[in-house]
């Protein structure tokens, strides 16, 4: 049975004539639990009865445990729950810049769902971080729980309160804009060279992400993917995302207790089972990889001239911003070349905004669900997962479909060619030309 002992306050080292009660009751494991601070005997033993109730209906949680740090109970956490580099850096990231700051000295048990979702709307980022925050809060409170921290997790299962006005608005606008017509990035690929164009173009007729493509080693390209079909074999090049080193992942690296140890780039697992996968590559871009592969002496096939991986914000800021937004002239002066300048072709155009471009040339040629999420690398959700796959009829009019989006540009364009004539073929980079050339897909065996 529980009981309450008296606790004398001391000032000076003295002990004085003034007392608080403490609860004192039998823990499961048989040593004594406590808890000080009540006022009266009676509060003291009816917490101490509430402790030994819980007990007995196997639901007991430690009061000292519940009143744990988050910060502490975080970090903790985040040891035994090892991730993906990348993920691990991305969850640091988002604890030491938004969760922290507010959340880190905060017992357990005094963070409440009204708090939380109060907080994440005077976030300072975008609505998609502030989600990621919140999840991720979510999943340490659900481990805080399995830990018998505590004994339900506040946050799990609400939907939060999103942004109005203005800011969705604005958001609205900016995906409509995230997607490239053709046209445009056949221009991209041309101004930025046969070796860099052609990462452009495959991203945007694959759906590669930045760190798959960053990541394609020429083993992986222009396999052959081959499935039995209508008596005999459908047939077609295949660019394989590997399921062991498939992306390129950079980030800040940290150790165990979460200290950063220095920039990593390095090759990973895809994030996901899914984004492990084979993508049928269309005709026109399976001959720009075979040539391009003829004359690239790297083993990566979108890695710098040097042969090192790209850092993605060197890229971008080299290549890909002043392609898409222009760029001024120089001229010629001492240490430096002249250069021409370049109007702008899609103000804002990313490389994540050529993956969106994939998918939705996938939705414009009629592309069959249960292909379209294999070939994107997502997860399709529903039952129909289970029931539906891909055929070779699909694939084949997958690829008919892309191969005639870029028909039509080159058409639109005028262009026979996407890239002038290279005198050098042996030109460390340098692609030969691709002529408009149409192979047939998956001709039936005879």
């Known amino acids: 049975m529980a009981w309450a002992e008296k606790v004398y306050k001391v000032r000076n080292g003295k002990q004085t004539k003034q007392f608080t009660w403490r609860a004192r009751w039998k823990k499961p494991d048989g040593k004594p639990g406590q808890w000080p601070g009540f006022p009266t005997k009676k509060l003291a033993e009816e917490f101490g009865e509430k402790q030994e109730a819980a007990i007995r209906a196997g639901r007991y949680i430690d009061p000292a445990k519940q009143q744990e740090k988050f910060g502490v109970f975080a970090k903790r956490w985040m040891k035994a729950k090892p991730k993906r580099g990348a993920t691990v850096a991305k969850r640091w990231n988002l604890l030491e810049q938004h969760i922290f700051p507010k959340w880190e000295h905060t017992s357990l048990i005094d963070i409440t769902w009204f708090d939380v979702d109060d907080w994440q709307l005077g976030l300072p980022c975008d609505s998609v971080t502030a989600g990621h925050a919140v999840s991720l809060m979510s999943s340490i409170m659900t481990g805080a729980v399995d830990a018998r921290h505590l004994e339900v997790n506040p946050l799990y299962g609400r939907r939060r309160t999103l942004p109005t006005g203005a800011t969705t608005v604005k958001a609205k606008k900016s995906d409509e804009e995230k997607w490239a017509p053709p046209e445009v990035v056949l221009q991209m690929a041309?101004?930025?060279?046969?070796?860099?164009?052609?990462?452009?173009?495959?991203?945007?007729?694959?759906?590669?992400?930045?760190?798959?493509?960053?990541?394609?080693?020429?083993?992986?390209?222009?396999?052959?993917?081959?499935?039995?079909?209508?008596?005999?074999?459908?047939?077609?090049?295949?660019?394989?995302?590997?399921?062991?080193?498939?992306?390129l992942a950079e980030y800040e690296g940290r150790d165990e207790d979460g200290n950063k140890t220095g920039l990593v780039l390095q090759l990973e697992p895809p994030k996901n089972g899914n984004r492990a996968r084979d993508i049928d590559v269309p005709p026109f871009l399976a001959e720009l990889l075979r040539q391009h592969m003829q004359v690239w002496p790297h083993e990566y096939l979108f890695c710098t001239p040097s042969g090192v991986f790209w850092r993605r914000s060197n890229f971008t800021r080299a290549h890909i911003r002043p392609a898409a937004d222009g760029r001024e002239p120089l001229t010629k002066t001492r240490g430096r070349a002249a250069r021409d300048g370049w109007e702008p072709i899609m103000p804002g155009l990313?490389?994540?905004?050529?993956?969106?471009?994939h998918d939705t040339y996938q939705d414009q040629i009629g592309v069959k669900t249960a292909l379209a999420y294999d070939q994107a690398g997502h997860l399709r959700p529903g039952i129909k997962r289970i029931y539906q796959h891909p055929t070779p009829e699909m694939r084949q009019e997958r690829l008919r479909g892309l191969q005639g989006i870029y028909e039509r540009a080159m058409g639109n364009l005028k262009w026979t060619e996407i890239w002038p004539?290279?005198?050098?073929?042996?030109?460390?980079g340098q692609p030969l030309n691709s002529p408009?050339?149409?192979?047939?897909?998956g001709e039936r065996a005879a």
């Open 421 to 428: 004539e290279v005198p050098d073929l042996t030109q460390r």
């Open 436 to 441: 408009q050339t149409i192979i047939e897909v």
């Open 190 to 247: 041309r101004r930025l060279g046969p070796a860099v164009g052609l990462h452009v173009l495959t991203t945007a007729f694959t759906g590669l992400g930045w760190g798959e493509g960053a990541a394609l080693h020429r083993d992986n390209v222009l396999r052959t993917r081959r499935q039995a079909y209508d008596g005999g074999w459908f047939e077609c090049p295949i660019i394989r995302v590997d399921p062991e080193v498939g992306e």
């Open 350 to 357: 990313t490389m994540r905004g050529l993956r969106h471009t």
